[in-house]
Structure formats: structure tokens, C-alpha cells
């Protein structure tokens, strides 16, 4: 059971890409003189931008793409660091050593995500950037984020992959800081199976994230040759495919977010009197996805419990979401064996050490936290048990009374 946006797949999606299939043309260039090219991946720009409220976006084949060419738009690299959340999908951390920088864990708080008190005690000489990332529907504490940015002169880069649709005090997710980024693989809000997108306000950090997903050529790149590259890029570029069944998806963006909201809602009214039972703190209640319902239980073992009664996990047991359970960055395996950017002679740092326990206050709130799906069922968030997005109203309270019926045998 994947994310919202795939359980709605339907005759829009496939009216939009039998549009691009007939037309013949795939490619996101093309003249607008040409009757076959049809500026999907151009209008789903456009329409992002406006939707999440940035003044530009460029849209790629992933969020992981997404982040590399973000944080190196905004000129994170070699000697920098960057903080992140011990509690995230391991690409928030794993670009940053890919743009050669060097990940900081920090704790996360009753949120979910960063907790700013501990970006403040991470900061350093060497800090470049803040990556909050808007885990599982909701937004950071972008306000206290933003101000620690401002004061430590640090750049606020948003990961929203999980947040696509989510606003933060009327504003969409993406747009507070210097940057966010999207991802449109099968889990997220709306979906094309693959596809990312990064935001931003900024016009030059535009420019380089445009360059660095297309051979380092400037924005106004319509399929042909415009000035001078000024510096090496990659191709991360999406497809008219893509972006075709996401045109789609979006106009259905505003329909789901207020039914997943309604669910929740019903969702959690039926379980709220359990005592010894609380709710993630949600920072702004109006802007979240809903596409999540965690609870934190008094005790890691009571958790487990009544996780393994519901055939699911506790949240610290959902593999590569959390920091603890990433093997590959604990163990810092560089894909060649020099160690960049770990031994980069850039990097003031000294040794970096990533390990288990390194972050008590994280380690504490997953052990007892348990994920109910309300839209979003994956295996890797540990969301096995809860309703999808199609689920009525008597689905809906008999999950939710069977959640309080296990729960209440062990509380
Ligand atoms: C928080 C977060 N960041 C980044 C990504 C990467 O997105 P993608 O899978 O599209 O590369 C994901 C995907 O699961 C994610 O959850």
C-alpha cells in the first residue's frame, strides 16, 4: 500500500500521458512552434511554484536529485557542514556527502523533526546550512529554524519530500527557507513513481540548480545552445512522461489533503481518552499532510508490545529512517575507498564519528513511538498498520477502535 497519490491514479493521469505518448515527443525541450511538444514538464514548474509559493522550480528525476542539486545550488561543498536529523529518509543525509560536505546528526524533538535547541548546540565554524526535513506530513519549527539561520548567518535548506501539499502559518513548505526540496516516488502525496522537484525564491541559486541538472546550461535552456556554462553539471532532468501524470496528480492535491485531515481527525478522536497515550506535537494543525497519526507510548517496552499486537513496528525498528539503523553512514562507507569528503583536506572538522546511542533524546521518542497510517502505508516508516485513503468512515472507527482495544490491554 503506497502513498495517497497512488491509491488516485486514475483517467486523469492516463488522459494526460496518452497526450504525450500521441504527441510523439517526450523530451522536457522543445520549440513552441512544434504542435507535438506540449511543455509538460515546463507547466508542472509553474504550477508547483505557484501551488507551494516560490517564485521558481525545477523539476527533477528524484528528491534525492532533488537535494544534490539544491544544496549544491546554494553552494554547500568541500569543508562544510551541514545539519541534519538523526530521524529522516537516509537521502537527506546521504547528499550532503555526495555535494562533499559532511552530514551533523542532531536530535529531533516531540515534533518528529529537528530540534532547534540542538541545531544551536551543533553549530559550529564550519556549519553552512540547516536541512530540517518536514517528516511524515509535518513541518519543522520553521519559526525558531529560521531565526537560528538568520543569527549564525547559515543557509535553511527544506527537505519537504514527505510534505508536498503541507503549509507551515499559511505558508507552503518549501518557500520559508532558501530552498526546498520534493520527491514524487510511490509514497509521497502525489506521485509519478519517481520525480523530484526543487524550490526557491532565489534567482541566482535558480540558475545553479537549473545548470547542475542540465550540463551546467542556464534556465532559459529551451532545447538550445543560450551563453556560456559556467560550471560542470549532471543531467537530472525529468521527462514529459513524468511530469505528464503529475500534472494530474496535482489537481487533486487539495481534495486529499482535506479528506486525510477529516480521517485523521476521526482517527484520533476515537483513541484520544487512552491515558498514557500522546500525540506527536504537530506545529501547525491547518498545514499538515495528515498522512501519518504517531503516538508515543509511555515506555519503549509497552510500545513494542502493542506494535507487534498490531503487526507493526515501533518507529525506531523502520529501518533506514532512522539514523541508528543506517549502517552505511555509521560505518562513514564512501563509495571509494579515500573516504571523501571525510579525509578532505578542505574539511577543519577533524574525525567525524557517527554512532549508535549518539543521540539519546532521538533514540528515546522512536523506541516508543508508534506510526498509524492514515494515507500512507510503508514499511520503511513502520506504518503497517492504519486506513488508507479510501477507507470510510466504518473502516476507519474499526481500526481506530481496535488500536484503542490493544492498546488499552497493555496500558
Ligand atoms: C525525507 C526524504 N528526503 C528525501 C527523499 C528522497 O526522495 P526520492 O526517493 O524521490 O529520491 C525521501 C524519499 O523517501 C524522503 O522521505
Redesign the pocket.
Known sequence: MPGPGMELIGEEEKRELLEVIESGYLFRYGSPDNPAFKAKVYQLEQQVARLVGVSYAVAVN????A?LAALSGLGVGPGDEVIVPGY??I??ISSVIYARAIPILAEVDRTLNLDPQDVLRKITPRTKAILP?H?LGNPARMDELKAIASQHGLLLLE?C??AFGASYKGKGVGSIGDAGIY???I?KTITSG?G?MVGTNNKEVYGRVFGLHDQGHNPMRVGVEVGQRPFVGLDLRMTELTAAVLLAQLRKVDGMLARLRANKRRFKAIIADLSGLEFREITDPEGECATLLTVFLPGEEIARKIASALGTKVVADSGWHVYSNMEQILEKRTITPEGCPFTCPYYKGGQVDYRKGMLPQTDDLLSRAINISIGVSDPGLGSAFGVTIHDNDDTIDACAELFHRTAKAYL
Open positions: 528524484s528528491g534525492t536529485s537535494l529522516t529518509f537521502a537527506s526535513v517528516m527537505d519530500a514527505q520527491s514524487f516516488n509514497y519517481d523530484g
